[in-house]
């Protein structure tokens, strides 16, 4: 095996593996200390970089326009975990964070939502070119939907995160939407797991994506969405639950960063196929 295709090989299993690796250094609370959760965040998106442009992020720079916009999609749908990888070491649960901790944490959901939603958007433009408009134009209507509610519920997190730092208290008139942030969530959610199945299964029609791998996604994404549906509109209090929160299903795939996993994975395979076209 050549040493170039064996390092690709090995960075793309490392991408495939960066969002559980993030989630776990994430939920390791004693990292956030200052300095060491520094240089776990610049180790960490120093190892993503290379592993990224080693398996085709180079591509981003190809003359081709179709190549340049198949990269910046791959790089787009995986910015997320980038941005978790570097800011949020030891963060842990929003109900173990500080204040000023969770207003960082909504900022980083909303610039995620921003390029995912952007993302797909090229993704879209590329897919169409191809000639596959059906579940491509499912997927982008889907997005388009989700990413706008995604903003709002972020923006209402971080304003009720901002004045707790500052008044020691959530106003009144933010709790009082507690029940419509709810439903914001999980619609939020809900459209990006049918927008990821959709684009999963058009990128199958076109054959980036393999038979068993299309399927894969589709099933994986249609199963979190029904999750969702028999969890319900409110988001369960993970404190108020007789059993750990991670054993139950829906509060885990209504975890806001959650949906994103999918949409990186999608990103990976993207960017191994644009470095393929390089060889």
């Known amino acids: 095996m050549p040493p170039s295709l064996k390092k690709r090989r090995m960075a793309y299993a490392f991408l495939c593996a960066t969002p559980w690796l993030v989630g776990a250094i994430v939920a390791i609370r004693p990292l ?10 610049a180790f960490q998106i120093v190892v993503i970089s290379l ?5 085709g992020a180079r591509a981003i720079r190809h003359p081709a326009q179709t ?3 198949l990269a910046s999609a791959s790089l787009l749908l995986m910015s997320p975990f980038a941005m978790m990888a570097l800011l949020w070491p030891g963060l842990g649960p929003p109900w173990e964070a500080t204040a000023a901790e969770n ?5 980083v959901l909303i610039g ?10 090229m993704l879209k433009a590329t897919l169409s070119e191809t000639g596959e408009r059906h579940f491509a134009t499912l997927g982008f209507a889907a997005i388009v939907l989700a990413g706008p509610i995604y903003l709002v519920w972020g923006t209402f997190m971080f304003g009720a ?3 707790k730092e500052h008044t020691g208290r959530v106003p009144e008139g933010i709790a009082s939407l507690n029940e419509a942030l709810d439903l914001m969530l999980f619609l939020g959610g809900a459209l990006t797991y049918l927008a990821t199945s959709a684009f999963a299964v058009s990128m199958g ?3 980036w994506l393999g038979r068993g791998a299309t399927r894969i996604y589709g099933t994986l994404n249609l199963v979190a969405f029904l999750f969702l549906l028999i969890r319900g509109l409110q988001f369960p209090d993970p404190k ?3 059993a750990p929160w991670y054993t139950s299903p829906g509060l885990i795939v209504g975890i806001p960063a959650v949906p994103f996993i999918m949409p990186f994975l999608l990103g990976v395979v993207l960017l191994r196929r644009a470095g393929d076209e390089l060889q």
């Open 103 to 107: 207003q960082m944490r909504y900022l």
């Open 32 to 41: 956030r200390t200052a300095g060491v959760y520094h240089l776990v965040g």
């Open 51 to 55: 592993a990224a442009w080693t398996l």
């Open 205 to 207: 029609h076109v054959q």
């Open 67 to 69: 190549k340049r916009m």
């Open 161 to 163: 995160n901002f004045a």
């Open 240 to 242: 108020a639950l007789s």
């Open 112 to 121: 995620a939502t921003i390029a995912i939603v952007v993302g797909f958007i």
